[in-house]
């Protein structure tokens, strides 16, 4: 970590004139673009979740979940303060007491230098917003009062715009989602409206993103443009898989039942959109790209064995 203290110290050096808050949102930023949610602490059992939180507020585990890039909330909340406080920034760490809650949630509190003004930070819940380049709701609110800004979105707003985290060539995520639902053509029937997201779903790269993190935002942004009824029943979840060099890669997939039949979308790792698919022609692909799939697909498994049958047929 205090390699990284030092490439943010040169980057203040090249930019003069940030304000205390312009290099907590930097710090707040460029850290997240670095860090994951450890899926260890999300799927572990309970000794390893233990383990795992338990750890997260020494050293040597912070200089660890920062080197692997895997943090949970307490980690990357001890992460933040350890960074900032090396910049002369007064900031603390505080759990969210609930008695409810076994492994409490940790937060950060950023006081200003004069004590005039303190706000809350919340790293890990901005995580997936900012590698999916969305606004970051968790940033600047009321101590006292969650639903309150002390840090505006205007103002917030203004700093990614300084920063070059937002520009009008690369807008947030959040503008994207909001011209689906606003400019939807009311033509289209609700498969064809859907087809027209999932295959346009990213307007430019999101790199080092994980499979459930892109399933959870892709998720997200369906809700925002349809609404949390429109597609149930409709649109189902596919939870699709390679092994590939004995390591389980795993992908993001849904399938839509509609009047034409049963339309199978795979995400593409390289357009970073969907691609669709009728179920013969998915049937082809998953043989040939040794694709399995933890969920079924209506009709998938007999136009598979079909294959297979022709296939012995022509040997």
């Given at each position: 970590?205090?390699?990284?203290?030092?490439?943010?110290?040169?980057?203040?050096?090249?930019?003069?004139?940030?304000?205390?808050?312009?290099?907590?949102?930097?710090?707040?930023?460029?850290?997240?673009?670095?860090?994951?949610?450890?899926?260890?602490?999300?799927f572990?059992?309970?000794?390893?979740?233990?383990?795992?939180?338990?750890?997260?507020?020494?050293?040597?585990e912070l200089?660890?979940?920062?080197?692997?890039?895997?943090?949970?909330?307490?980690?990357?909340?001890?992460?933040?303060?350890?960074?900032?406080?090396?910049?002369?920034?007064?900031?603390?760490?505080?759990?969210?007491?609930?008695?409810?809650?076994?492994?409490?949630?940790?937060?950060?509190?950023?006081?200003?230098?004069?004590?005039?003004?303190?706000?809350?930070?919340d790293l890990?819940?901005?995580?997936t917003?900012?590698?999916?380049?969305?606004?970051?709701?968790?940033?600047?609110?009321?101590?006292?009062?969650?639903?309150?800004?002390?840090?505006?979105?205007?103002?917030?707003k203004?700093?990614?715009?300084?920063?070059?985290?937002?520009?009008?060539?690369?807008?947030?995520?959040?503008?994207?989602?909001?011209q689906?639902?606003?400019?939807?053509?009311?033509?289209l029937?609700?498969?064809?409206?859907?087809?027209?997201?999932?295959?346009?779903?990213?307007?430019?790269?999101?790199?080092?993103?994980?499979?459930?993190?892109?399933?959870?935002?892709?998720?997200?942004?369906?809700?925002?443009?349809?609404?949390?009824?429109?597609?149930?029943?409709?649109?189902?979840?596919?939870?699709?898989?390679?092994?590939?060099?004995?390591?389980?890669?795993?992908?993001?997939?849904?399938?839509?039942?509609?009047?034409d039949?049963?339309?199978?979308?795979?995400?593409?790792?390289?357009?970073?959109?969907?691609?669709?698919?009728?179920?013969?022609?998915?049937?082809?692909?998953?043989?040939?790209?040794?694709?399995?799939?933890?969920?079924?697909?209506?009709?998938?498994?007999?136009?598979?064995?079909k294959?297979?049958?022709?296939?012995?047929?022509?040997?």
């Open positions: 970590m205090d390699q990284y203290v030092e490439e943010v110290k040169e980057y203040l050096n090249s930019n003069p004139g940030l304000t205390e808050d312009e290099i907590v949102m930097y710090v707040y930023l460029d850290l997240a673009s670095r860090l994951r949610f450890d899926a260890d602490f999300f572990g059992g309970r000794k390893k979740k233990s383990e795992i939180y338990h750890k997260a507020s020494i050293i040597t200089n660890k979940c920062f080197d692997n890039h895997k943090i949970i909330c307490k980690s990357s909340a001890y992460i933040f303060e350890y960074i900032l406080k090396k910049l002369g920034i007064n900031v603390v760490t505080i759990n969210e007491v609930n008695p409810l809650i076994k492994y409490e949630h940790v937060v950060n509190i950023v006081i200003s230098a004069d004590g005039k003004k303190s706000y809350q930070v890990q819940n901005d995580l917003n900012i590698h999916y380049h969305c606004f970051t709701s968790n940033f600047g609110k009321n101590i006292y009062n969650d639903k309150e800004y002390i840090i505006s979105p205007l103002r917030q203004q700093m990614h715009q300084k920063l070059g985290y937002i520009s009008d060539e690369n807008p947030y995520l959040d503008d994207y989602v909001s689906f639902r606003m400019y939807m053509p009311s033509d029937s609700l498969a064809e409206q859907v087809n027209l997201v999932l295959t346009n779903i990213e307007p430019y790269p999101f790199l080092n993103v994980s499979y459930w993190e892109r399933r959870w935002k892709h998720e997200q942004m369906l809700k925002e443009i349809f609404g949390s009824r429109k597609l149930s029943n409709k649109l189902h979840t596919v939870e699709f898989y390679q092994k590939i060099d004995g390591e389980t890669i795993n992908n993001n997939g849904y399938f839509m039942f509609d009047k039949g049963v339309t199978v979308y795979y995400y593409n790792i390289d357009t970073f959109c969907y691609e669709a698919y009728d179920v013969p022609s998915f049937a082809q692909k998953v043989l040939d790209e040794d694709i399995c799939y933890r969920q079924g697909i209506k009709g998938l498994n007999s136009e598979i064995n294959l297979r049958k022709q296939k012995v047929k022509k040997i």
